[in-house]
């Protein structure tokens, strides 16, 4: 273990990856505010024309529209913010047992425990 060489892994692919991603988030920015400019408006015109049915439908359709719109450009942000897949994880290998540890098990059964009194005379 002590021996090992240490290689460091850098992806390539992020660097790519969060410049698309910074110039998607302000894109992605952008078009939410004027979504949500544009719903502002339709509300104030929803308020401007309560008298009118055929207007006031009009105006609640095109609102839904616009909400699901804005809900929808939400959704791509929080992919982009927090993307799906999870990084491979890094796992080291098992430690091996060390030089002492591995050679006792050896002697053991190398040696002969039921040792009897004339071989330990010789």
Known sequence: MDDAEYIP???QK??????????QSSQLLESEQK??????????????????????EKQMSQ?????A???????RYKEIEEPSYLPPVN??????????SKSSPLRDTLVNKNVTKACNII
């Open 9 to 11: 892994y850098k992806p």
């Open 14 to 23: 992020s660097m790519k990856r969060e410049s698309i991603t910074t110039k």
């Open 35 to 56: 979504l949500r400019e544009e719903i502002t408006q339709l509300r104030s015109q929803l308020q401007e024309q309560k008298s009118s049915f055929h207007g006031h």
């Open 63 to 67: 609102l839904q529209a616009k909400l």
């Open 69 to 75: 719109e804005l809900q929808e450009l939400l959704n």
């Open 91 to 100: 796992i080291p290998p098992p430690e091996y047992p060390g030089k002492k």
